[in-house]
């Protein structure tokens, strides 16, 4: 099953699809917005405890559903000061440190940090890493671990294979192969990359800064100098995908309690400086 599955994501239109479904995703139209949302939050049951809208016909589309808020105080932050805050709610894939340029995808697989963020990606060697994957019942705003400045992003064209157990183990590369958002911060505690990763259906990533919109038609790098505070929104998901963090050698001190398989949310101390 696994196989056919991996084989059809293969030979579908994969932007053109997504396109489609990113479409209906932001129509106004009663019947496709209640429908969308209604059948979504059932198969996924959603919880909306946390949103700062609690009725499920609050949202004027299923974006807006999906990108939705979370109530004030929803996700306290760390009380410690150097505390990595987690940028978002989510499931950790892999973590550990970055081998070299070698980052884990899951077992048998690894991937080059070039291949991931090219030159943005520079300073990590030897560094350390956490991968976290969004599933669609999460919420999808992605917000920064500590307080930094941003100063690079580059924008990353590529495929839109889903991002799961099944792809990660059954696609090399996969990350690099996706379409991503790699974004460089230089924080107190040295420099910290961000990468936002793609995924079939997702309609879009977006960022609170301007800059070229998704789906990507070719690279582009921007330099940028804007300050944001830890736990902070720099951007979100339409549809779920993938965030990887990376922090430089001896820059940070991850968690012992994270592994493969943690359940995270946003908010909680997942390391510190």
């Known amino acids: 099953m696994s196989g056919f599955f991996l084989g059809l994501q293969k030979v579908l239109p994969q932007h053109g699809l997504s396109r489609l479904v990113g479409w209906l995703a932001q129509s106004q139209i009663p019947v496709i917005r209640r429908s969308f949302i209604h059948l979504f939050a059932k198969a996924y049951d959603i919880s909306l405890a946390d949103a700062e809208r609690k009725g499920l016909d609050d949202y004027k589309s299923f974006n807006d559903f999906f990108t939705r808020a979370l109530a004030d105080g929803a996700r306290p932050l760390p009380e410690q000061p150097n505390a990595l805050a987690c940028p978002v709610d989510g499931t950790v894939s892999q973590i550990g440190q970055i081998q070299s340029d070698l980052l884990m995808q899951a077992k048998g697989h690894q991937y080059t940090l070039n291949s991931l963020a090219s030159t943005t990606g520079k300073g990590f060697e030897d560094g350390d890493f956490c991968t976290i994957y969004l599933a669609p019942s999460n919420y999808h705003r992605i917000h920064l671990p500590c307080d930094g400045t941003l100063v690079e992003t580059r924008a990353i064209p590529g495929a839109l294979f889903s991002v799961n157990g099944v792809t990660e183990a059954g696609i090399p590369g996969l990350f690099c192969r996706n379409e991503r958002l790699v974004c460089r911060f230089e924080t107190e505690h040295g420099p910290m990359l961000l990468v936002l990763v793609g995924a079939l259906i997702v309609a879009s990533i977006e960022t609170v800064w301007e800059g070229p919109a998704s789906p990507y038609r070719e690279e582009i790098v921007t330099q940028h100098d804007q300050a944001f505070k830890r736990g902070e929104e720099i951007g979100r998901f339409l549809l779920g995908s993938t965030v990887i963090c990376c ?19 946003l908010g909680e101390s997942i390391g510190r400086g």
Not at 252 to 264: F, P, Q
């Open 247 to 265: 922090f430089a050698k001896d820059a940070v001190r991850l968690a012992e309690h994270l592994d493969a398989g943690t359940v995270v949310r």
